[in-house]
């Protein structure tokens, strides 16, 4: 699964992953283009949550997640006190 709309393509950039968001989305992480593994499916963050958890683990990890938002935890992960 990516972050595409039913029958759409899996997009490989930023752009064209808000470009099918719409709306949806309200922010977006930039990794860079997935070269190295289409097939790999998007990381999901909500950021509605506090403190923010991944929702779905994919291309960008929970340590490169942290270096930006370190507050981030996983499903099952408890906050941090």
Do not use: W, Y
């Not at 990794?31 to 403190?51: F, M, Q």
């Not at 270096?67 to 981030?72: I, R, S, T």
């Amino acid at each position: 699964t990516a972050a595409n709309l039913p029958g759409m393509t899996a997009p490989t950039d930023v752009d064209d992953a808000l470009a099918q968001a719409g709306d949806v989305a309200a922010l977006a992480l930039d990794a860079g283009p997935l070269a190295d593994d289409p097939g790999l499916p998007s990381t999901i963050v909500d950021a509605t949550a506090s403190p923010p958890r991944v929702v779905r683990a994919g291309a960008i990890s929970l340590d490169v997640l942290r270096e930006c938002c370190p507050g981030v935890i996983t499903e099952g992960e408890a906050p941090s006190a």
